[in-house]
């Protein structure tokens, strides 16, 4: 919830393998308290082909849509992908000390398979090695998207740091995190670290204790076995009949033991709520009782917050199975188990996969339980893209890591229409976190808590991640409802823009198709923002066809957050100044520039300068680009990056250049830092509104 720191050739085989190549990734809702259906769940389901389902989801390529997996399906699709690894990674063009770990599967109603592997190198797992293999029904493959673009070679197999080294440094930072502890909880083991780079030999060390606020750390730190140096750190705890507190009363499903019932939900994979009766450590007590009455609807009955929780994980469970086809997190049937009561005035609520289970503190003067519907869908969220697109709680990833469990409480809380917790795109309204009765965030424009952002910029990795998410809620607003004011479900939203220009909304029900099936076959550890982009335009393509009103609004969508232009290179109006001379960029060479003399303008340039950018590049990850004012200021476009995975540089970047005088020489600035790929600076422009 809000924790401070967290976590081409192709071949055909028999009917039980699959075949596999090597290919490119082309940028190409019901829920148990109302009992009814919301959404596309199977090929011959009714509730896929009746008017208000087609309505919501409109011309969809109904191929293109999940399967409905029962969990032995599921199991049958990965034994498969198992028994055909070795030929796969032979396929991929993968190294012989290389190997891949199966680790999830979905499938679509056309036949077409995305299978989600891990990576080993000489026996080691390899962090940021993981990758998606997209393979068709005739076992033709179809796409490639892997979490990074480095090969696995060259590496110094010999560690020149100690392990207790490692184990120091780990304490350290956990240390700086809050935690007491002065052993590891896992001792370093050695990986290759592939997320941000060229491959290297390293540590893994994991630390456990509490953070500063009671959170539960597990604090992973990987170090290099040749430097020492700390590569990077990421925290594995990812925060967000019942008489409930936020909901009403509500049907709960309870399972009867003797004279007793207890809160476990038997048709939910046994998902279990469990008492800690403001412990911080163990599983507690399960929730039981003789009525198979629970709570009152106040905070002092400890059985409140118990079905206040075991309410929303049906909810959730409910979402993901009959709208998604994902039955239960992981997609294996496998309930995940609810804490409540955790700690003292514990103003939180937060995920664990050690664990896989979500915990919730009671707020504070415990009166206000963390167990709201988009609390616990959120928190459940975490779970799942824990199963699917794992992006690493740190940076941008983590961004959309938490935007990802934002989005599906918004999706989760609108399809339960509970009367007393309408849908709306605020997250944790009910919950008070800040004690005046406002939200905790807000979808439509972030920056109203004070510290998220509405928009993408150069520095947004470095932020916190609760933070950084806004760019992702922002364009999923859009997205879904458009920008400017309007009312839904009683609320007054007002959403704007970055570049000023409007942007129609294309409903909640396809937007969360999209990022759905993004976040299961072309997320990744590593994906940033531009990633998510090419993503989501992807799966759009795969719905609706590339040339859809989708296709574009999702384009337009991201573009009104400052990632990417708009469709057709759609601009505001205003003048513009272009260079279309084309300037070679050395292979990881010096910087060099392209000119653009601007005349004719009065005072300073303005604070939304739009700055159109053209790199034709064979690998844009390798590209830093900045614009240089005429009196030498830099301002920063784009990074450098490995997880930048994707061709060219075809970009409207929006600069505050206030400061500046408008009148002289703007100068673009590109240089390629990293070796193999090529290309120029076909264009750019600077526009003034």
Request: proline share 4%.
């Amino acid at each position: 919830m809000r924790n401070t720191s967290h976590r081409p050739t192709s071949h055909r085989r028999s009917a039980r393998t699959r075949a596999t190549a090597v290919g490119a990734l082309s940028a190409v809702a019901a829920l148990l308290a109302v009992a009814v259906q919301a959404g596309p769940a199977s090929a011959d389901d009714p509730a896929a082909k009746s008017p208000t389902a087609t309505q919501r989801l409109g011309k969809v390529d109904p191929g293109a849509l999940a399967a409905k997996l029962s969990p032995a399906q599921r199991a049958e699709l990965i034994r498969d992908a198992n028994a055909t690894k070795a030929d796969t990674a032979k396929d991929l063009g993968l190294g012989a000390k290389e190997k891949l770990v199966v680790r999830d599967v979905t499938k679509d109603r056309d036949g077409t398979v995305h299978t989600r592997y891990e990576r080993t190198y000489d026996g080691l797992p390899v962090l940021g090695g993981d990758l998606v293999v997209d393979t068709a029904k005739s076992g033709k493959t179809e796409g490639v998207t892997k979490a990074a673009k480095a090969r696995l070679k060259g590496i110094d197999m010999s560690a020149e740091v100690k392990a207790s080294a490692a184990e120091k440094q780990a304490l350290s930072a956990a240390k700086a995190e809050g935690s007491k502890k002065t052993d590891a909880d896992r001792a370093p083991r050695k990986v290759v670290w592939l997320a941000k780079g060229e491959p290297v030999l390293a540590y893994e060390t994991v630390v456990g204790g509490l953070q500063h606020d009671g959170t539960p750390n597990e604090l992973h730190v990987v170090t290099d076995a040749a430097t020492g140096k700390k590569l990077f750190q990421w925290q594995g705890i990812e925060n967000g009949t019942g008489n409930t507190q936020y909901s009403g009363q509500v049907p709960l499903g309870t399972a009867q033991s003797g004279s007793n019932y207890t809160l476990t939900d038997t048709t939910r994979g046994n998902h279990k709520t469990y008492n800690l009766n403001r412990g911080t450590s163990g599983t507690g007590t399960l929730f039981s009782g003789a009525d198979d009455v629970w709570g009152n609807g106040l905070p002092a009955n400890l059985e409140t917050a118990g079905a206040d929780a075991h309410y929303g994980a049906a909810l959730t469970w409910d979402y993901y199975k009959n709208v998604h086809g994902r039955s239960g997190i992981r997609g294996d049937g496998v309930g995940a188990y609810s804490r409540v009561h955790y700690g003292n005035n514990y103003v939180n609520a937060f995920w664990s996969d050690a664990c896989f289970c979500m915990t919730y503190g009671d707020g504070a003067g415990n009166a206000k339980p963390l167990t709201s519907i988009d609390v616990a869908a959120h928190e459940m969220t975490h779970g799942v893209t824990a199963a699917t697109g794992n992006m690493t709680y740190s940076g941008e990833s983590g961004g959309l890591n938490e935007a990802t469990s934002d989005i599906f409480a918004a999706a989760v809380e609108f399809n339960a229409n509970n009367a007393q917790d309408k849908g709306d795109y605020y997250v944790g309204e009910k919950i008070d976190i800040n004690g005046d009765g406002t939200p905790l965030r807000y979808m439509d424009k972030p920056s109203k808590d004070g510290s998220s952002k509405d928009s993408w910029y150069s520095g947004i990795g470095g932020i916190d991640v609760h933070y950084s998410s806004g760019v992702a809620n922002h364009f999923y607003y859009l997205l879904s409802e458009g920008s400017g004011k309007k009312e839904i479900n009683g609320v007054q939203y007002d959403s704007p823009t970055s570049d000023g220009l409007p942007v129609t909304g294309i409903g909640r029900d396809k937007a969360s198709l999209i990022w759905f099936k993004a976040l299961t076959t072309k997320f990744t550890t590593t994906t940033n923002y531009a990633a998510a982009r090419t993503g989501t335009l992807a799966v759009a393509g795969e719905l609706y066809g590339t040339t859809s009103t989708e296709y574009k609004a999702v384009a337009h969508a991201w573009a009104a957050v400052n990632v990417g232009a708009r469709p057709g290179g759609e601009e505001p109006g205003g003048t513009s100044f272009e260079n279309t001379t084309d300037v070679s960029i050395p292979d990881n060479g010096a910087a060099v520039t392209s000119t653009v003399n601007v005349t004719g303008r009065t005072g300073n340039a303005p604070s939304a300068l739009k700055v159109g950018v053209d790199i034709v590049h064979t690998w844009r990850g390798d590209l830093q680009v900045d614009l240089v004012a005429p009196d030498g200021t830099v301002y920063p476009l784009k990074p450098a990056s490995s997880s930048d995975s994707a061709d060219n540089v075809k970009e409207t970047y929006t600069v505050n250049a206030s400061s500046e005088v408008a009148n002289g020489a703007w100068k673009l600035k590109v240089q390629d830092k990293a070796a193999q790929d090529t290309g120029y600076i076909n264009s750019w422009k600077v526009t003034f509104p």
